[in-house]
C-alpha cells in the first residue's frame, strides 16, 4: 500500500502567516493527490484535487502544488475560520490511503 | 446541490451486526461511485471500498474484506454498508463519499458504537 506521510503533526500559527504543510507518497502518485480540511465535529471537506486544482468556493489563499511523491498545501494569509486537521488523500492506487494529518491552530 | 444524507448513529452488541445507509440526491446517482470511509481517533481515516452505483460492483481494501458488505439501491439512490461480526475496534465514524477526483463530496458520518 502507498504510505502517505504528513509533516509536521501540528503547528501553530497567527492570523495572517504564510502556512506550508508537506505531504510525501511512498511511490510514485502522479497528480492523484487532494487535500481535506476536517473542522470539529465536522466532515473532511475537500479543497485541492488532483494537486493543484481548488475546488469550487474555496478561498484563493489555499493552493495546492507537487507531483510523483511530494506535495505541498500552502495558505498565503491565514484567517481565524482555517484552524482545522488538514489531510492528504492519494487515489492513485488501491486501497486508496490518507496521510496522518497536520494540525493547525492558532497561538 | 449534492447531498449526501447517512442514517443516525447505531450501539450495536460485538459479535452483531449493522446496515447503514447513504442517500445522495442533487446529481445522477448512478453516474459517480460511491465511497466508504472509516475514521477513528488512533487509526485517523481509511478507505474501506468503494461500489459502481451503475453496476453494483464493488473494491474492498483487503483489510476489510468479510468486515464490510457495500450494496445500492438504484430506486432510491441510496448506498449502503453493512458490518458484521462486530468488535470494540470496529467503534468509528463512517463517512461515504462519493468519488471523483477522490472524494468531492461526503455525508455527515455515522458513529458506530460496539458495546456490550
Request: aromatic content about 12%; hydrophobic content about 30%.
Amino acid at each position: 500500500n502507498t504510505v502517505m506521510t504528513q509533516s509536521p503533526t501540528s503547528m501553530f500559527t497567527s492570523v495572517g502567516d504564510r502556512v506550508t504543510m508537506s505531504c510525501k507518497a511512498s511511490q510514485n502518485v502522479g497528480i492523484n493527490v487532494g487535500w481535506y480540511q476536517q473542522k470539529t465535529g465536522q466532515s473532511p471537506k475537500r479543497l485541492i484535487y488532483w494537486a493543484s486544482n481548488r475546488d469550487t468556493g474555496v478561498p484563493d489563499r489555499f493552493t495546492g502544488s507537487g507531483s510523483g511523491t511530494d506535495f505541498t498545501l500552502t495558505i498565503s494569509n491565514m484567517q481565524a475560520e482555517d484552524p482545522a486537521i488538514y489531510y492528504c488523500l492519494q487515489h492513485n492506487s488501491y486501497p486508496w490511503t490518507f496521510g496522518g494529518g497536520t494540525k493547525l491552530e492558532l497561538k | 446541490q449534492v447531498q449526501l444524507q447517512q442514517s443516525g448513529a447505531e450501539l450495536a452488541k460485538p459479535g452483531s451486526s449493522v446496515k447503514i445507509s447513504c442517500k445522495a440526491s442533487g446529481y445522477t446517482f448512478t453516474s459517480y461511485y460511491i465511497s466508504w470511509i472509516k475514521q477513528t481517533t488512533g487509526q485517523g481515516l481509511e478507505y474501506i471500498g468503494y461500489i459502481n452505483t451503475g453496476s453494483g460492483g464493488t473494491n474492498y481494501n483487503e483489510k476489510f474484506k468479510g468486515k464490510a458488505t457495500l450494496t445500492v439501491d438504484k430506486s432510491s439512490s441510496t448506498a449502503f454498508m453493512q458490518l458484521s461480526s462486530l468488535t470494540p475496534d470496529d467503534s468509528a465514524v463512517y463517512y461515504c463519499a462519493r468519488l471523483y477526483g477522490g472524494c468531492d463530496y461526503w455525508g455527515q458520518g455515522v458513529m458506530v458504537t460496539v458495546s456490550s
